[in-house]
């Protein structure tokens, strides 16, 4: 079950290949989903753009629930992106995967640790930087010392308890997946009863996966807000 990662190294640092390809795959089929789902606007929509404006009800819904739309309206296109980009990189790997002389080339770019905690990391990283924008400087760095003083360790290990939490839980729940469905997919080769006996295991697991990615995309995004509003919103 184990392979290697395509790793090359450029000016001392070193990139995986695999994570280049399904982050540049990822990133094209968004781009188009939103292209073509906007290039023909209908004042009574169907097809893709029925779809789009679904996306972004649904967006405006968990902003909504989380903080005043006065204040998070201008994160609906960030949370578009984050839930449409979270959901395809979920999906990549389910069909199959693509191993090249050991090497592993073609998966879900969520099932990699190093991604997920990427993005997680600029989900705080924003939430830092719109809560300085908005609030400035000196109010923002006031929020730390509520209600007490003493407890600004505390804050500081929960912001990187965020990004731990919120990048590791979406990693687990996509590579879980994909070695479950590894291990279905390779009781296939031992032969017809293998085969058999497989087949509907498989496909239900990968009915399955198709609901945890979808969750997991609406959980980073909802958590997202989440994070977002405790910064920005003057409630909180």
Do not use: C
């Not at 080339?105 to 989900?123: C, G, N, Q, R, Y």
């Not at 939490?165 to 479950?180: C, D, K, P, S, V």
């Amino acid at each position: 079950m184990h392979h290697e990662n395509p790793i090359v190294t450029l000016l001392g640092l070193q990139f995986n290949l695999a994570n280049v390809l399904m982050i540049t795959v990822a990133t094209v089929v968004v781009f188009l989903l939103a292209v073509l789902s906007t290039r023909a606007l209908a004042m009574k929509p169907t097809g893709m753009q029925n779809f789009m404006e679904w996306v972004m009800d649904f967006v405006k819904n968990i902003i909504n629930s989380t903080m005043d739309w006065k204040d998070g309206g201008r994160f609906h296109i960030l949370g578009i992106t984050l839930i449409m980009y979270v959901f395809v990189s979920n999906m990549l790997g389910l069909p199959f995967s693509v191993v090249i002389n050991g090497q592993l080339w073609w998966k879900s770019p969520t099932a990699d640790p190093a991604i997920t905690l990427t993005l997680a990391t600029m989900v705080v990283g924003l939430s830092h930087y719109y809560g300085v924008k908005l609030k400035g400087t000196g109010a923002y760095a006031k929020e730390f010392l509520k209600p007490f003083w003493f407890m600004v360790p505390i804050k500081i290990i929960e912001e990187f308890a965020n990004t731990l939490t919120l990048g590791l839980r979406l990693y687990g729940n996509i590579y879980a997946g994909e070695i479950l469905l590894g291990l279905l997919a390779g009781s296939m080769a031992t032969g017809l009863w293998g085969t058999i006996g497989a087949i509907i295991p498989t496909l239900a697991w990968q009915g399955f996966s198709v609901f945890v990615g979808a969750i997991q995309a609406f959980i980073f995004t909802m958590l997202t807000m989440v994070y977002l509003s405790h910064k920005v919103s003057s409630d909180h």
